[in-house]
């Protein structure tokens, strides 16, 4: 057990004091930055304190970005991928610990060893899957021979094609699968006694019936923990938007159209506007972590489990 001593907790004081600083200045500059004028961004050195043209510099940025729709879009993927993600990588590992069956545990490291595969890494296979989302099944179709069968047989050719680009189908879909949600609810479901199981299934419960009645109770704790951080990370998705949709008007996302805030033709960047713009792209991530703060917190050190 480490001893507490003044020294130790001065170090570790400044230690918190040091990184709240490294974090809380880009914010601060985001902040002044967007409510100073243009001759006063472009200062150099900036001012850090703040001016009174914030309003003003929010405004212009929301209706020069067109942010409405475009935060509506951006709730609508977060939103679903969050779904998404929890439900999969709950389903998932409920199925892995749970049910017996001898490539569980392939299964799982299949699932994990995608860590190590980021969406980047395989960014032109997936999309190549959602502009068209049945080409896995039209090949094996023309693999076994059935495509030609059938054609020979009846004359009908068999193209299946399920287009996923502009859609928030395409948005979401791809996004939902997580190797790290499936394995922290694997985690904690192994934690859960064998007695609890047992009793369960004494009492007649179905398997969907103990997952939905003990199990998401139980751990709800980690969903809300799990869901504060693919909110935002799905929120802050700027690759595969970007990639997916062509028609950004209908389907863009607000941190795609952070872009369009900067005006780099024909004179100088109004940053005071861009950065105005930023503070509002960051602001529904802000409060979701602040309301959310509490129980991600708790999923993250709870010893209960």
Known sequence: MIERSPFFDFITYLAMAFGALVVVIPFWITLVAGSQSLQEVSQVPISLLPS???FENLAAAWTRGDLGPKLINSFIVAIGVTVGKITLASLSAFAIVFFS??????CFWLIFITLMLPLEVRIVPTYSIAANAL?????ILDTLGITGLVQAVSGVQIALNWNLLNSYTGLILPLVATATGTFLYRQFF???PDELVEASKMDGAHPLEFFFDVLLPLSRTNMLALA??????SWNQYLWPLLITTDRANFGTVVMQLKALIPAQNGTPDWNVTMAGALIIMLPPLLVVAFMQRWFVRGL???DK
């Open 52 to 54: 009174s043209h914030l």
């Open 301 to 303: 050190i709870s010893r």
């Open 190 to 192: 192994m934690t859960i």
């Open 101 to 106: 069956f001898k490539a569980r545990m392939i």
């Open 135 to 139: 080409l896995p099944f039209q090949v």
């Open 228 to 233: 504060t951080i693919m909110f935002v990370s």
